[in-house]
């Protein structure tokens, strides 16, 4: 995510030179380079030089502590900076009324449809809400359909009028229809085209009018940059939008429409969406977005992500097993199916402050999951149970019947057998212990 822009802020912030204070001399270059890094991530160019303007104001004088750089010093305040542009504080969805009803716009492809159902499956999970989805794309072919697979797949019933071409009866009937069956939120779905147009901008704002909504959220597509953000001002001339909502994060992203659109439109981003997972959903908070494009990492949403994933029962039962030297390839298993729900491993890694530049140039293959899988889905439930019993003839059964080599089956092993000495060591120290309640707090 934002991978360019990272490294060039990096290399930028890393040319300031000079002791004892910022000046005007030591910070020019430095400010010109940010001001480039900017533009070239398809921010436009007067907010890139409002945001170097501020940034040399806030630098100029400051003095410079012993114990950090100019650079040091740079970093905490472009981070601010970066904060501040963004939205400066996470700004949560409107919860009111019964049936809460939410609206959401957006042009075609910008992921609209899987995105209401992933919202859906957000109030549910994390919210303790009861939606309803209402389908009012009645232009696009299969979108009704596209919506009532992914509501399927969360357990949440979707509304639709197929003979129906008027989305906003549509969207009124299906508001009443919540209301009668007792349903607390709404959320619509509705048409988008491949560009705007004045009939689709009438369709929107008349739907909007006759539903009254306590949220409306602009969907954008994050890797259309600049075209993202005018999109979004067209859209809030009109509409007068709560929220904004960025798709597609885990794409060739720059970075300009994360940056741009607050200070363009003075509506802060709600949510961030990556892949097509209905639980690949994330709340957006700019100080942790701010620290993740210079480097900085995100634990706190790591940790979050680990406490929603990880069974804290199971995870006591796993360390004594582990004190005893009972862990098998079933709890390994299990391991590996939290962690996945985690979301993509690289991801993960670049929430590790520091991590993110290590990882910047490494392909890490999901696919090597499956292989493992594979190979423990192959053993019998005594193997699976008892790792010992895996000798020679055993393991050539495994590699046949996994479609792996003899030789990945032995290195799987070997790892195995290593990562249970190393857990059995962290026990003995208590640093299982200390990371679980660091997770419960």
């Known amino acids: 995510m934002f991978e360019n822009l990272s490294d060039r802020l990096d290399r930028a912030i890393k040319t300031l030179k000079g002791h004892g204070s910022i000046t005007e001399i030591n910070v020019a270059s430095t400010i010109k380079e940010i001001r480039k890094a900017l533009v070239d991530a ?15 104001e806030k630098a100029m004088g400051q003095n410079v502590l012993n114990a950090i750089s100019p650079s040091q010093l740079l970093v905490k305040i472009v981070n601010d900076e970066l904060t501040s542009l963004m939205g400066g504080q ?15 716009a957006g042009l075609q492809g910008s992921g609209k449809t899987t995105f209401s159902a992933k919202l859906a499956n957000y109030l549910k999970q994390k919210r303790g809400r009861s939606p309803m989805l209402i389908a009012c794309d009645v232009y696009r072919p299969a979108a009704i359909e596209q919506l009532k697979v992914l509501g399927s797949q969360i357990e949440v019933e979707v509304y639709s009028e197929l003979e129906n071409k008027n989305p906003v009866e549509i969207a009124q009937h299906g508001i009443e229809q919540a209301k009668m069956r007792g349903y607390n939120t709404v959320i619509i779905d509705t048409a988008g085209r491949l560009a705007i147009d004045e009939e689709m901008m009438k369709e929107i704002a008349s739907i909007k009018k006759k539903t009254q909504p306590h949220e409306t959220l602009f969907v954008v597509d994050a ?19 709560d929220g904004v909502v960025l798709t597609k994060l885990d794409g060739d992203t720059r970075g300009g429409a994360a940056l741009s659109i607050k ?5 802060p981003i709600k949510f961030v969406s990556r892949g097509e997972q209905v639980d690949t959903l994330d709340v957006f908070y700019p100080e942790r977005m701010a620290q993740r494009i210079l480097g900085m990492g995100d634990i706190v949403s790591l940790v979050e992500k680990a406490q929603e994933n990880f069974d804290e029962k199971q995870n006591e039962i796993l360390q004594k097993k582990i004190r005893r030297e009972k862990f098998d390839f079933n709890d390994f298993l299990n391991q590996l199916a939290q962690i996945k729900k985690m979301g993509n491993i690289k991801d ?65 092993i070997k790892q195995f057998d290593e990562m249970k000495k190393m857990m059995k060591g962290m026990t003995k120290m208590g640093a299982l212990g200390k990371m679980a309640k660091g997770f419960r707090k």
Do not use: C, H, W
């Open 263 to 267: 200070y363009t439109v003075a509506k």
């Open 42 to 56: 398809d921010v436009n160019y007067k907010i890139a030089k409002d945001f170097t303007d501020a940034v040399r």
């Open 223 to 241: 890797m259309t940059g600049q075209d993202a953000v005018n999109t979004a001002k067209t859209f809030n001339d009109v509409i007068d939008f």
């Open 348 to 412: 993960l890694m670049g929430m590790i402050p520091g991590m993110g530049k290590a990882m910047k140039d490494v392909d890490v293959n999901e696919d090597q999951f499956k292989k493992i899988e594979a190979i423990i889905l192959s053993m019998t439930p005594r193997e699976r149970e008892d790792p010992e019993l895996l000798d020679g003839n055993r393991r050539l059964r495994l590699a046949k019947g996994s479609g792996n080599t003899i030789v990945e089956v032995n290195r799987f």
């Open 90 to 104: 996470n700004i949560d969805i409107s919860i009111a009324g019964s049936p809460n009803v939410i609206l959401i």
